[in-house]
């Protein structure tokens, strides 16, 4: 609550009264001695980019404007890799996707036009190496960080969502990984009073060493409170309020994030940053309590690369000039340098630009909120961001060349040499492939197997960690399809989100496997009933300085814009996050795509269970199935991987989602399921499994119809279908909208509430196999407890 | 019967959530004159017989491996205890 870091002893940090222990290298010592080499390769620079910084300079460039440089020129905050390829998200979008797009690609996060007067912000990002080097504070500050990014557009975060993937479940190295990632997600999300609506876990033994941990966060806001990170009007005053800055995280974005783990480099300073949500959540009240008294012109939220990255983004949008003394900065480890405070990546900090005669109001919400904020210096017309320490100038650069001029790579990429023969090996061909079951016997035991694998078996051990309902406007969670978040209480205008990506596909065929990616995260959002509106996109690869991980990277990223063009849903932002290798061993290709869609009224949703009231109600296979096992969870149990993944219809997909919503919207369905990992027979599944509704169907007709034996009927993984139940009532209004629309839609039987088992018949011996939902559900939902034991307190 | 005092603090530069939380409460309670509060944990090994330096070693791998995170926190002492002989 204090200007002046000398006025007050630190708030509840130790005072260390120990002079600093550095000399100061300004703008006129770099000039004076242009001979004195830096450390540009600890600090993770090329030796071009260093000729350049100097070549911009016009001399060698002092000790902080390198700092400043090498985290904003690194992989994480630059994207000089991947820049060249992310250009078709804008490029590939068309007026009518612009429609309802309010900020786009570039700010923290886009922003989507909801309808009355309403507007929604959301973004995917990655934590994935803090996560690694510690689980439980790598995990919260992803959360931390996502939800500052929201709160900078000027919105209330009201979600988040965790799309999560671990080595193998039995690996030891996952049981020190997981369990402090998800008490680490609750414990700060569940303190932020924010409810986590869903997210993925699955455990593939190619996250080894590698997990990933994405982190989304949904904001609403009214259309007048949008902010924008720019400091504009000559004068104005800049700010830098919340937390201190320590040593923590000095050096996370450049060579955390930006380099593979090699065990030879000791560092420093911790990479670490410890979160402390109760800080974040004054924060985003006293932001709040800004945005809606009109006291900021601009803000930023600082994450990676810290006070960097804040000064030399808010110069560069704005008119660019901005002057700061650095000595104003309030710390918590006085011993820190220019380079270092420059460079921390310490929590819950913002800053903002604020007009001399709102300083008075705004120091008036610090203190109400008992929010820590220093003046750091003021907005100029110089076009040059001039950073003084105790009077004397240690920065003074173009803020563009830091911010935005990166270096900008053409990577070499080509189609591995391995590809042809990986698609050649189709799962049927294989050893995994023989013997397929075939009697109702088998087929009955498939089915317990594959929900009894790690990858299909019940999250809840996991989600019941996080807290799913705070807030009182979560309609829709995990496990259903998508979240389902209400925005306005009186319509009940709202937003439905989900996350989806599967490696296995990538694998196989980048292009189609982030088109399936997209696809099924459509798909799961207009089973819920929402009209898909916009996407956010997390793009976990290896490192683009090897040509197959760029070839699988630049495939995904034509594939995704391509499909994001196709289904008419803009790519709003997102994060990508290479390097994501471990001893020269990259992970799989693993786009994340999170759609988000509309509501008009989220009391419309659709749940993905059968519901117990609904006995007797129809149930309706929606599209049509083929000879698609290549890549699948079945594959997956027979430890096989090869072929080709599951066909793109996006035509198909689009005409799917209409059926499902207008079906949703008009009262017609009251269950709704989307077919994806595992297939028919996990859909049906998991409609029983939600409230221990049984059904008895047959697959007959499918089997007929599509010339499929039962055991691809069951298991392939066909895209662009639904499971739907309905009223008999509304049988004939549901046909006649799938036929008016050329839709494939099949009656596969009915819900029975009564039988407690699922009762599958078909063209096969036995002619029809019953499982009970009780038997299933033990061994189900035994899988993830037998391995963690009892969920630890979140706290 | 012996105990081994395991003390752990968190790293000087790493955030101490607690300890902030701590200072900012004492004046509330008119305590003041304390610039600053870190909060560190406290472990009571007990040990039947007699503390070799054999069991001391065990103890201080046990420190090291189990009781705290090295990432973020430093073991700052593993001492028996002098006058605590209870079990």
């Not at chain 1, 989806?500 to 196989?508: I, K």
């Not at chain 1, 997209?518 to 290896?542: I, K, Q």
């Not at chain 1, 297939?679 to 089997?703: H, K, P, W």
């Not at chain 1, 039988?755 to 499982?771: A, T």
Request: aromatic residues 6%; contains cysteine; hydrophobic residues 40%.
């Amino acid at each position: 609550m204090t200007q002046n870091p000398a006025a007050q002893p630190g708030n509840g940090e130790p005072e260390l009264t120990d002079e600093p222990q550095f000399s100061i290298d300004t703008v006129d010592d770099a000039a004076a001695t242009p001979q004195t080499e830096l450390p540009w390769a600890e600090l993770g620079l090329k030796e071009n980019e260093y000729t350049s910084i100097g070549e911009i300079l016009g001399r060698r460039p002092t000790a902080a404007e390198l700092a400043m440089y090498s985290v904003m020129w690194a992989e994480h905050c630059s994207y000089k890799s991947s820049k060249v390829h992310l250009r078709q998200f804008g490029d590939k979008v068309t007026d009518r996707m612009k429609q309802d797009l309010m900020v786009g690609i570039g700010e923290n996060a886009g922003v989507t036009d909801l309808g009355d007067g309403w507007a929604v912000t959301f973004k995917i990002e990655s934590h994935n190496s803090p996560s690694f080097v510690e689980p439980y504070q790598g995990a919260a500050t992803g959360i931390g960080g996502i939800v500052r990014d929201i709160i900078s557009m000027g919105a209330r975060p009201v979600a988040v969502m965790d799309p999560l993937r671990f080595g193998d479940i039995d690996h030891a190295d996952t049981h020190r990984v997981l369990p402090g990632v998800v008490s680490g997600i609750g414990g700060y999300g569940n303190s932020l009073g924010l409810p986590n609506i869903g997210g993925e876990v699955v455990f593939d033994s190619a996250y080894q060493g590698n997990p990933l941990v994405n982190a989304l966060a949904v904001g609403v806001m009214r259309h007048e409170d949008l902010r924008l990170a720019n400091a504009s009007g000559v004068g104005n005053r800049v700010v830098l309020f919340g937390a201190r800055t320590g040593g923590d995280g000095i050096g996370g974005a450049s060579i955390l994030s930006s380099e593979s783990f090699d065990e030879s480099k000791p560092s420093k300073r911790p990479a670490v940053q410890v979160g402390d949500p109760f800080a974040e959540k004054v924060l985003i009240e006293s932001c709040l309590e800004l945005f809606h008294n009109e006291l900021v012109e601009g803000i930023q939220d600082l994450g990676a690369a810290g006070i960097s990255c804040a000064t030399s983004e808010l110069a560069s949008n704005g008119e660019g000039g901005m002057h700061v003394e650095l000595t104003n900065v309030l710390l918590r480890d006085p011993t820190l340098t220019p380079g270092e405070i420059l460079m921390s990546e310490s929590q819950e900090r913002m800053m903002a630009v604020v007009t001399p005669e709102n300083a008075a109001a705004f120091e008036a919400v610090m203190s109400r909120w008992n929010v820590e904020y220093s003046w750091l210096g003021e907005v100029t017309d110089t076009e040059r961001l001039v950073i003084d320490w105790d009077g004397e100038t240690i920065v003074d650069v173009d803020p563009r060349t830091v911010a935005h001029d990166g270096p900008v790579y053409e990577r070499p990429y080509q189609r591995p040499s391995a590809q042809d023969a990986l698609q050649a090996d189709s799962f049927r061909a294989s050893a995994g492939g023989e013997n397929l079951p075939a009697t109702a016997e088998d087929l009955g035991a498939a089915v317990v197997e594959l929900m009894s694998s790690p990858n299909m078996a019940d999250k809840s051990w996991i989600t019941n960690q996080f807290d799913r309902f705070v807030g009182g406007n979560t309609a829709l969670s995990q496990p259903d399809d998508a979240g389902v978040i209400r925005v306005d209480e009186e319509s009940g205008l709202g937003v439905g989100l989900s996350t989806d990506g599967n490696s296995r596909y990538t694998y196989l065929d980048p292009y189609a496997g982030a088109q399936l990616a997209l696809a099924e995260s459509y798909r799961n959002v207009a089973t819920s009933g929402a009209v898909p509106m916009a996407v956010s996109d997390c793009l976990n690869f290896g490192s683009p300085e090897d040509p197959d991980v760029m070839w699988q990277f630049s495939e995904a990223v034509r594939g995704l814009s391509d499909a994001c063009q196709q289904l008419e849903v803009p790519v709003t932002g997102g994060n990508v996050s290479l390097y994501n290798q471990t001893a020269g061993q990259p992970i799989p290709p693993t786009p994340i795509v999170a759609v988000m869609g509309r509501f008009d009224d989220v009391s419309r949703r659709t749940p993905s269970g059968f519901q117990r009231w609904a006995d007797g109600q129809a149930i309706y296979l929606l599209g049509t199935t083929a000879d698609e096992l290549d890549g699948s969870e079945y594959a997956r149990l027979r430890h096989h991987l090869g072929g080709t993944p599951p066909q793109v219809d996006l035509a198909a997909e689009k005409t799917l989602g209409e059926i499902l919503i207008n079906a949703s919207r008009d009262g017609m369905i009251d269950s709704a399921h989307d077919l994806s990992q595992g297939g028919l027979a996990a859909a049906l599944a998991e409609m029983s499994l939600r409230f221990g509704v049984g059904s008895r169907t047959s697959i007959d007709q499918v089997c007929e119809r599509d010339g499929v034996d039962p055991f691809t009927a069951l298991f392939s993984e066909s895209q662009t279908r639904a499971v739907v139940a309905l009223p008999r009532s509304e049988e004939l209004r549901f046909t006649d909208m799938t036929t008016a629309r050329g839709f494939p839609a099949l009656r596969l039987g009915v819900v029975d509430a009564e039988s407690g088992g699922i009762e599958v018949s078909g063209p096969f011996e036995g002619s029809s196999f019953g499982i009970g939902i009780d038997e299933l559900k033990e061994s189900w939902s035994s899988v993830i407890p037998s391995r963690f034991g009892a969920p630890q307190d979140p706290a | 019967m012996p105990t081994i005092v395991v003390e752990v603090m968190p790293k000087p530069e790493i955030l101490d959530p607690q300890g902030k939380a701590i200072a900012n409460a004492l004046p509330h309670l008119g305590l003041t004159g304390f610039t600053g509060v870190r909060q560190g944990k406290r472990f009571e090994l007990t040990v039947e017989g007699e503390v070799t330096e054999e069991v001391l070693d065990s103890a201080r791998k046990a420190a090291a491996e189990m009781l705290s995170n090295p990432v973020i926190e430093d073991v700052v002492s593993v001492a028996v205890a002098e006058d605590q002989q209870t079990a």
